[in-house]
């Protein structure tokens, strides 16, 4: 009967072992941690990226073609990469002693120029998507350096997905001819278009 006993008390503490084993597994699946990836290597005019995240359709490495412009007025650069899958925009404010070549903070923003010594950095993802997904930074650095017909830099940023909760951590490198930007891209910094009045068809 003692025997008996024991032998089912050591199959309650087994029991016990394994549930502790799972809760600590949860635990630890719970609080992983994603690390920066390290910059890809820089090709000349594309942006090269990769990044971590939690869930395998929220990862994604490539190299797509790069194109750069510098607006006069107001005084931002812009790097445009787009392709087949995905498509980033970095928005560099202006510096305070005017020289693009340095660190640059990224700040959240959807509309108006970067604050001086700010980037913004906005990515849409396509793949097999029905439509694209949208990113925001929600923090990071973007370092140039080289900016003269050529425009030379990294980034490492954090991503966030307001409409699926998703977080992803992107490095990217970049190289691409900077010009003086097309006017349709410094348009995009212009003030809100007020709202057209809808008329009433009542007379």
């Not at 928005?91 to 903070?105: A, K, N, Q």
């Not at 080289?146 to 997905?161: F, H, K, P, Q, T």
């Not at 007020?194 to 009542?202: Q, Y």
Request: hydrophobic share 40%.
């Amino acid at each position: 009967m003692l025997a008996g006993l024991v032998g089912c008390a050591g199959v309650s503490h087994e029991a016990d072992d394994a549930a502790a084993a799972n809760a600590e597994s949860e635990s630890v699946s719970d609080t992983v941690t994603l690390m920066m990836p390290d910059y890809p290597a820089s090709k000349a005019g594309r942006l090269t990226a990769r990044s971590e995240a939690l869930e395998e359709e929220h990862r994604f490495v490539g190299s797509w073609a790069a194109e750069a412009g510098r607006c006069r007025e107001p005084t931002v650069v812009q790097v445009i990469a787009r392709g087949d899958s995905l498509g980033t925009v970095v928005f560099i404010g202006p510096s305070t002693d005017g020289d693009i070549v340095g660190e640059y903070r990224v700040v959240e923003g959807r509309r108006g120029v970067p604050d001086t010594s700010t980037a913004r950095v906005a990515v849409q993802a396509y793949g097999d998507r029905t439509r694209p997904e949208g990113y925001r930074a929600v923090g990071g650095v973007v370092e140039i350096h080289r900016a003269d017909s050529i425009i030379e830099g990294n980034l490492a940023v954090e991503l966030y997905d307001d409409r699926l909760g998703a977080t992803i951590l992107l490095a990217a490198s970049f190289e691409a001819p900077l010009r003086n930007a097309p006017a349709e891209w410094c348009s995009v910094f212009g003030p809100k278009p007020e709202p057209v009045p809808v008329r009433s068809g009542r007379r």
